[in-house]
Nanobody, 125 residues
């Protein structure tokens, strides 16, 4: 069974930076596209960023483009989300997710079927 454990969330000042991590197990990590989603308070879950299985293709939502960077470390079965220039609107529970099938490009939101428990990010003024 795929297991995903997020960490790195916390309270940060507006304009600051934070790096989230997601440790994966139960899959051949290097073969799977990964993604970060988030759910702001009172809002629906939304996609933040995706990364193809080989790390050569990525996607960012317009709201985070230029501020966030997704990356992966296959040796440690870990995906990261480096968040810079944080805004109050970035406040949310952040989740990582794994593609349902191997060798995906991570371009289809509905392809992601395994989820972590989430980590809270609060951006204050």
């Amino acid at each position: 069974q795929v297991q995903l454990v997020e960490s790195g969330g916390g309270l940060v000042q507006e304009g600051g930076s934070l790096e989230l991590s997601c440790k994966a197990s139960g899959l051949t990590f290097s073969r799977y596209a990964m993604a970060w989603f988030r759910q702001p308070p009172g809002k629906e879950r939304e996609i933040v960023s995706t990364l193809a299985w080989n790390g050569r293709r990525n996607y960012y939502s317009e709201s985070v483009k230029g501020r966030f960077t997704i990356s992966r470390d296959n040796a440690n079965n870990t995906i990261y989300l480096q968040m810079n220039s944080l805004k109050v609107e970035d406040t949310a529970v952040y989740y990582c997710a794994a593609d349902r099938r191997p060798y995906g490009l991570g371009l289809r939101r509905d392809d992601f079927g395994s989820w972590g428990q989430g980590t809270h990010v609060i951006v204050s003024t």
